[in-house]
């Protein structure tokens, strides 16, 4: 049985708001573990590792107040893995002595600098001893605690940096075989290069110019040189800057490269494996992974984005499922989890793919536009007035087509026949001119001018059928201004009759056409936003309806879905509730009335919900977009009406629209989902 079926980043929950990670064996199976550091809960997390990159529960230890970075080493020189912890608010870090299965002792605390931020281990006076690096944001020092290899350590002593310490790393910059330090400082876009005097003491400070508030730095030699050199993040700036060394302590001018919204944690590795470093950062405003695959001469190519989820704020690597290739984990502060991306080795992670649209695609519908028998997409974007098309190539990729203009503030698009003439044709809701658009299909992907028909006032979903069983496809529009549903009844020939208007509830935001009487009527059902309900209104057969009626769902119900989820042959509804963060699943009696709604609670701002059976196990599912945690959720069902552990995986920003379609032909159910900010569809190639 397939339980996990979109092979984008496998989360892993932590306590909360996780916001740094590392990773070791720490119980010495041969198995790499996880620790994060979760600032809210003043602990650390431990996942233990299995076999394939798999990971066990977390295991939770106390910490100071606020920690912000963790590490792991051994301090004591007993072959067991330790940690250190940086407690943000306590000016203090934490040491916790491991037990070697995977367990720890309670922490000692050492006093640091104000508001330490980060922690690097060395031997920083060559006695064979690891020391301590912290940087300190609030007194704009890092602090240098020497080990006394028992696991101890003596007291600090500090060292000026530039303003807003915030990260640093070690590394012999000058070929003295002395370890010495740059630091990032993130309150006045500069590197600090520390010279290390090999005894544990430090000369002082020169700066360095790097982008908008960098927040990480690492070392590695990035072009052959035999020579470190630097790269570091700047989070207002979304960059990165490589800095290469010249082997004597200093370094050339930055070159800068572009990668995702709020750049924060970074490491290097090789990726694919061409003996040349890459790199690694996470985005934490936009919740995904940039891999920028190295040249090896210093420069680095353009960056591929991966998925995590909400707020990235660290990122390690190791290889997770002994299959000798690097893979990624990613603390992910917002949704307080986990993220594990499986490298294969060439320099992709397994994810979904992500396709730049126009501005604000708020929804999304698939069909065959070009009859190639190969899925394509439309998508409505609303800040443009336009749909954008992408043509299939049958394999689950996709290649942008021509846009076409629409009414203004287009937000439900939908595809269907009809002119009845065996080419889809599109139909679009205007929200901003109380308006639908029909644009006929012309069979190759291209569709001519758009003809808009009168609605209510702003029209926000759209839905087909024929609802007065004269073989011609009719419309219903649900209009969010004006607490209506309008039906215009198609004539076969690509128009349509003039509005008829039918009562909803308050702000009327979803709407779709099912059997539920089993009468062999379609009827309609409609998500009424400004409620907290769900209206059904059942068909005559004729093209009307009969008067409404309400079930309760949850607050701000935005999105409606019906599908047989307890296999008894009577349809039911699904509907996601945004303002509450839950979806109502309400179970037909198969005579177009429902039980009681069951609630199940899924992440922030649920805007988009749809079914389908993603593990091929003959039980319906739901999959449904999370708004403000960029990722989808998916909910496996049992074949009772019942559902059960959540599966969650990214997508782009802000993911409003949802839909499912086999993109790759293999007979599996795909997931596409318009994402509202960063202008982009994420498809999620089903993998069972």
């Keep these: 049985l397939c339980v996990n079926p979109y092979t984008s980043s496998t989360n892993y929950k932590t306590g909360n708001s996780p916001v740094c ?218 960059t990165l800057t490589v800095l290469n060394g010249n082997g004597d302590g200093t370094f050339q001018a930055r070159i800068n490269y572009r990668v995702g919204d709020g750049p924060q944690y970074l490491v290097s590795g090789d990726f694919n494996n061409d003996n040349r470093l890459d790199l690694a950062v996470a985005n934490y405003e936009e919740s995904t992974v940039s891999i920028l695959l190295g040249y090896g001469d210093g420069t680095f190519q353009s960056e591929v984005r991966y998925s995590t989820g909400s707020k990235p704020s660290s990122i390690i690597l190791d290889d997770f499922n002994n299959d000798t290739e690097l893979d990624l984990a990613v603390g992910n502060e917002g949704d307080s989890t986990v993220s594990v991306l499986l490298g294969y080795g060439n320099g992709t992670f397994r994810l979904h793919t992500t396709y730049h649209t126009g501005n604000k695609p708020t929804s999304v519908t698939s069909g065959d536009f070009n009859n190639d028998n190969k899925r394509d997409l439309a998508v409505a974007n609303s800040a443009d007035n336009t749909i954008g098309i992408f043509l299939g190539d049958g394999d689950g990729n996709f290649y942008s087509g021509k846009n076409f203009g629409t009414g203004s503030e287009p937000s439900s698009i939908l595809s269907n026949y009809f002119n009845n003439d065996l080419k889809l044709d599109l139909v679009v809701t205007n929200n901003g001119e109380d308006t639908i658009s029909l644009l006929l299909g012309n069979g190759d992907g291209t569709f001519r001018t758009e003809v808009r028909y009168s609605t209510g006032i702003s029209p926000s979903s759209v839905t087909s059928g024929d609802f007065n069983n004269d073989k011609n496809l009719d419309l219903a529009v649900a209009n969010q201004g004006e607490n209506t549903v309008s039906v215009l009844l198609g004539k076969g020939d690509g128009t349509f009759h003039n509005q008829s208007k039918y009562l909803s509830g308050i702000n009327p935001k979803s709407l779709i056409s099912v059997d539920f009487n089993n009468d062999k009527k379609l009827d309609l059902a409609i998500a009424n936003y400004g409620e907290n309900s769900v209206s059904v209104l059942l068909g005559t057969g004729i093209g009307t309806f009969h008067n409404q009626y309400k079930y309760v769902t949850g607050m701000n119900s935005c999105s409606v879905i019906s599908g047989d989820f307890n296999n008894d042959n009577k349809m039911d509804l699904a509907v996601a509730n945004s303002g509450e963060h839950t979806i109502s699943v309400l179970l037909g009696n198969g005579d177009g009335t429902f039980q009681t709604l069951m609630n199940y609670t899924v992440g922030r701002r649920p805007e988009s919900i749809i079914s389908g059976d993603f593990n091929i196990d003959n039980k319906l599912d739901l999959a449904i977009a999370i708004y403000d945690e960029n990722c989808i959720i998916v909910l496996l069902g049992y074949g009772d009406g019942t559902f059960r552990t959540q599966y969650i995986y990214g997508t782009g920003r802000q993911p409003l629209y949802l839909i499912s379609g086999d993109f790759n032909k293999d007979n599996k159910v795909d997931l596409a989902v318009a994402n509202e900010f960063s202008g982009d569809v994420s498809i999620l190639l089903n993998a069972c």
């Excluded at 281990?121 to 690891?130: E, I, K, L, Q």
């Excluded at 301590?132 to 890092?142: F, H, I, K, R």
Aim: charged share 15%; hydrophobic share 30%; aromatic share 10%.
């Design 21 to 238: 990670v590392t990773v070791g064996d720490f119980n010495n199976n041969k198995q790499l573990d996880l620790a994060t550091a979760n600032q809210q809960d003043n602990d650390v997390s431990v996942l233990i590792g299995k076999e394939n990159g798999i990971f066990q529960p977390q295991y939770e230890y106390a910490t100071g107040t606020n920690p912000y970075s963790v590490i792991s080493h051994d301090f004591n020189n007993d072959n067991k893995l330790d940690l250190v912890v940086v407690n943000y608010y306590e000016d203090a870090v934490s040491i916790l002595l491991g037990n070697n299965d995977g367990t720890f002792q309670a922490q000692v605390k050492y006093t640091t600098g104000i508001y330490p931020t980060c922690v690097t281990v060395a031997d920083f006076n060559s006695d064979n001893r690891p020391d301590l690096a912290v940087t300190n944001e609030g007194s704009t020092t890092v602090s240098i605690l020497l080990g006394n290899g028992d696991g101890t350590f003596q007291s600090q002593h500090e060292y000026r940096t530039g303003l807003g310490p915030y990260s640093l790393t070690s590394g012999d910059f000058n070929n003295d075989n002395r370890l010495d330090l740059a630091v990032a400082n993130s309150y006045e876009s500069t590197v600090s290069i520390l010279m290390g005097n090999g005894d544990g003491t430090f000369q002082s400070q020169a700066p360095y110019r790097a982008g908008s508030t960098p927040k990480a730095v690492i070392s590695g030699d990035f072009n052959n040189d035999k020579i470190l050199d630097l790269a570091v993040s700047n989070y207002y700036e979304d």
